[in-house]
């Protein structure tokens, strides 16, 4: 069984892969991100939002993981993203930090907050 950290792990390295990403989430798993205020439950609609990420954002992949808290079911991190957006031309250069609760080796729920104003500076049209 997967523990919080390796499902964090595979979730940042496949999120070029939604499929492979929504896959690691639980029937009733939720990825969200309350600051932008997007939220998905269950692997259908987590494969959406992170498909739509990558149609705005195609180079969107996740570096510099840095683990703050580590247990089995439970750990924090951050992890940046650095990626040209497709629509304004502008590098997205973000540091995401996220909270992973595991169970029974799938994700049920993964919060990661970001910097509102660098998203908004990168994804305005000028």
């Known amino acids: 069984m997967k523990t919080a950290l390796e499902l964090l792990k595979a979730y940042l390295d496949n999120i070029q892969n939604p499929a492979a990403a929504a896959a690691l989430f639980a029937e009733d798993g939720i990825l969200e991100l309350p600051t932008v205020n997007a939220r998905a439950v269950g692997p259908a609609q987590v494969q959406g939002l992170v498909a739509g990420i ?3 954002v195609p180079e969107f992949r996740f570096k ?3 683990v703050w808290i580590d247990t089995p079911d439970k750990v924090f991190a951050e992890y940046s993203v650095e990626a040209m957006v497709v629509a304004t031309g502008k590098l997205y250069r973000q540091t995401y930090a996220g909270v ?9 729920r993964l919060r990661e907050a970001l910097d509102t104003a660098a998203a908004a500076s990168a994804f305005k049209q000028d």
């Open 54 to 56: 990558l149609t705005r």
């Open 64 to 66: 510099d993981l840095q």
């Open 100 to 108: 992973l609760i595991a169970e029974d080796g799938k994700i049920k």
